[in-house]
């Protein structure tokens, strides 16, 4: 995924505000940073997909990665005693990673609880890790964002609800049905939507396959899981001019071998 960061990110890697794209892009570029972190290959091959802690994590949860995405169902945000349970949390040492890492849905974070979360990102232990989620940064108290950098995702449409692409339906309904001939048949499709749509297709795909976890299955779910991953890889191929028809047959056999 195309990103653009501030020059302030290298100096504040302990924290970072995700702002922009869509809900579903935000949790999944968090997800695809925390097992980056965390990942056990070998460094420039993460995350990899496939080391224990990359399948915990897309397999339904790391010990050592902390979510704080939705209030309680009788709350309309979150509240402030949830965000003083993870500042405490953050400050227990890891138990099996490098990093302690801490997903916060900023856009439910009222003054209160942000001020909460201040005091660790201000002070924060050596291996913790924080990103913050936001439709938009300037929303969040000035003392957040100075303790934070800053990644935009690429914006939304106006229409960002708008139903699921066709070419990118069809796949997401044939990982559904776990057919291979048609998993195949999809992914070498995408080639006719050319470079440029091609890249945002593959930003729905992985939003979409990252919409698909909480429903499934253990297995199923690491396997989506890989399959983002992967997604990301290829996308990357393309600021490398790789043919658009190279990247989509790399991605079938890809996606049916998982």
Not at 63 to 92: A, I, S, W
Not at 152 to 171: C, H, I, K, M, Q
Not at 201 to 207: C, G, K, R
């Amino acid at each position: 995924m195309s990103t653009n960061t501030t020059s302030s990110e290298g100096a504040r890697r302990h924290a970072l505000i995700l702002s922009g794209g869509t809900e579903e892009a935000r949790r999944a570029e968090a997800l695809r940073l925390a097992a980056e972190a965390l990942c056990l290959a070998e460094a420039g091959d993460r995350p990899c997909g496939r080391c224990t802690a990359c399948r915990k994590l897309y397999g339904g949860g790391h010990v050592d990665v902390l979510f704080l995405l939705t209030p309680p169902e009788d709350k309309k945000g979150m509240p402030v005693e949830l965000v003083r349970r993870l500042r405490g949390e953050m400050y227990v040492r890891p138990n099996e990673g490098r990093h302690k890492i801490a997903v916060v849905n900023a856009d439910i974070l009222n003054p209160q609880g942000q001020n909460a979360l201040l005091s660790v990102l201000e002070d924060p232990p050596h291996y913790a890790m924080f990103l913050l989620l936001t439709q938009n940064a300037a929303v969040l108290l000035p003392t957040v964002r100075s303790r934070c950098a800053l990644r935009r995702l690429p914006p939304t449409e106006a229409n960002a609800e708008a139903e699921t692409s066709p070419e990118v339906e069809a796949v997401l309904a044939a990982l559904r049905a776990d057919d291979e001939w048609a998993i195949l048949c999809a992914c070498l499709a995408l080639e006719k939507l050319g470079r440029e749509a091609l890249s945002g297709a593959l930003d729905e795909l992985a939003a979409g396959v990252f919409r698909e976890i909480p429903g499934a299955d253990v297995l199923t779910a690491r396997r989506y899981g890989d399959i983002i991953v992967q997604i990301r890889r290829l996308q990357s191929a393309l600021d490398f001019n790789v043919h658009p028809g190279h990247l989509c047959g790399a991605l079938a056999v890809l996606v049916v071998s998982k």
